[in-house]
């Protein structure tokens, strides 16, 4: 099988990832499959009108394997209900081989996606991060745990509400994280004011303008935001958590000092799921 990237390349987006908690690999879902989830997310979107309540995320529709959905013991709606296409993205063979390439080692699937979309002139989305274990040491790890996968279904730029990130942030910690409330709650939802600090600029923050079919992996505790959608086009993001190298083992790869604390951590410590960061980052 030839290599996507070279050992260079694959090097570079881990370290990068590793560093500063996010990566981009170009052009990675291409036809028919690309086609087929634009057509299958515009046909959900014309058809399921957004609560008011994700008006910042503009969506919340979550899309199961048949698999995991055959383990649920729940109704299928308009917003929750499984479809083979998950199946197939997930296990998208580009994509599998990248991830191998760039040696995120015990990749598991979460087995859904995310449909977020942005409808014309949507509002932007707040800073939030998606990490829900702060309290455990895992939220330590100098390496990544919990990723998302995703593509966008559009070419996205600031002008249609492309994704913000704040580099480093997934480790380093921030006046943000001292302030924001926690991603998707009622009260950040909430908040009625764009002029609120939650939609703030950040003189650490990068935009991350991407072509439809680009993947992007990044870390649940980077710090991201997307700016408002001024066009008059739908603008939709499909994205996949994974979890990655299982807790507490380190990558293959890892040759940086494990903190004590991850060396030291009671492997069968149970911690209550929290979206605040308390301790870390540091
Ligand atoms: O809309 C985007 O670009 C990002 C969405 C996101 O981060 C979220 O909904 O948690
Ligand atoms: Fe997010």
């Given at each position: ?275 605040k960061p308390s301790k870390y980052p540091l």
């Amino acid at each position: 099988m030839s290599k996507i990237l070279s050992q260079q390349e694959a090097f570079l987006k881990r370290e990068q990832l590793v560093s500063d908690g996010y990566t981009i690999i170009p052009n990675i879902l291409k036809d028919p499959l690309l086609s087929k989830l634009k057509n299958w997310s515009t046909e959900i979107f014309n058809r399921v009108p957004v609560d008011p309540k994700y008006k910042y995320q503009g969506s919340d529709i979550h899309v199961y394997t048949e698999k995991a959905w055959n383990k649920m013991d729940i109704k299928a709606d308009e917003k929750r209900f499984p479809d083979p296409i998950v199946e197939e993205l997930i296990n998208y063979p580009d994509q599998i081989q990248i991830c191998d390439e760039i040696g995120l080692e015990n990749l598991k699937p979460r087995d859904n996606v995310i449909l977020l979309s942005k409808p014309p002139f949507g509002p932007p989305l707040y800073w939030h991060q998606d990490f829900m274990n702060w309290d455990h040491p895992e939220a330590a790890c100098p390496w990544p745990t919990v990723i998302f996968l995703s593509y966008y279904m559009n070419d996205t730029s600031r002008k249609n509400g492309c994704l913000r990130i704040i580099p480093g942030s997934h480790l380093k910690r921030d006046r943000l994280h001292d302030f924001l409330p926690d991603a998707h709650s009622p009260e950040i939802q909430s908040i009625n004011n764009l002029d609120d600090p939650v939609f703030q600029d950040h003189p650490n923050s990068i935009d991350v303008p991407l072509s439809a079919g680009d993947l992007i992996i990044a870390d649940a505790r980077l710090l991201h935001a997307a700016w408002p959608n001024e066009t008059d086009q739908r603008r939709t993001l499909i994205l996949a958590w994974h979890e990655v190298f299982s807790f507490q083992t380190p990558p293959t790869w890892w040759e940086q000092e494990i903190p004590n604390v991850i060396k030291h951590a009671d492997p069968n410590i149970s911690c209550p799921p929290s979206r605040k960061p308390s301790k870390y980052p540091l």
